[in-house]
């Protein structure tokens, strides 16, 4: 009876370090479980699908001119809310949303649509870079271009086509590779590839 009273037993060192351990990993695992729950749910609400994406390079055409080189892509805003798309970089080089002063003529042309377009785009020889609206007809219907002078923002639901006139780093050189166009926004990256296309000579 003295025996078993004055026995005292605990854990030993080893178990308790373990319990500890066990404990750490389990918080750990909530809170980054909480992180990523809050993240994903975050991203889910903003979605862009862009697809018809081009790029063209005319090697006739004089280098800066509207005519030279061209990159296109339509944009449909898939998430639940409104985007604003800040940047549009072509093989990660930011194209300017309208920069055509001198010689150089760079600058985006866009158009805002309440519904996708079935047709694909096509290599334009002719934009209007002095701030007036270029019309153009993808199959049956025509759309109206207007230059961009800021970050664009696209409705949820709504389509934006959009040119890049003239964008950095692609040469006639280049014609044949595969190059990334990336639309940038306040909370994500949509990347995108297409092949250099060379414009027949007319």
């Given amino acids: 009876m ?117 047709g694909d785009l096509s290599y334009v020889p002719n934009f209007n870079y002095t701030g007036g609206v270029n019309y153009m007809n993808i199959g049956s219907t025509q759309y109206n271009f207007t230059v961009a002078n800021n970050n664009l923002i696209l409705k949820s639901g709504d389509t934006m086509l959009m040119y890049v006139v003239n964008p950095d780093s692609v040469s006639v050189n280049d014609v044949g590779l595969t190059i990334g166009i990336t639309v940038h926004s306040a909370n994500a990256i949509y990347y995108i590839e297409t092949n250099i296309q060379a414009v027949a000579s007319s």
């Fill in 2 to 118: 003295i025996r078993l009273r004055n026995s005292r037993r605990g854990l030993s060192t080893v178990v308790t370090t373990l319990i500890i351990l066990v404990v750490a990993i389990l918080l750990a695992t909530v809170v980054c479980y909480f992180a990523i729950n809050v993240v994903s749910t975050r991203v889910q609400e903003e979605s862009l699908h862009v697809q018809f994406q081009h790029v063209w390079n005319n090697a006739s055409a004089t280098p800066g001119s509207a005519a030279y080189c061209q990159a296109a892509l339509m944009v449909i805003n898939t998430g639940g809310r409104d985007v604003v798309m800040n940047t549009i970089a072509v093989r990660g080089q930011a194209c300017p949303w309208n920069q055509t002063g001198g010689t150089s003529q760079k600058f985006i042309l866009y158009s805002m649509l309440s519904d996708p377009v079935t």
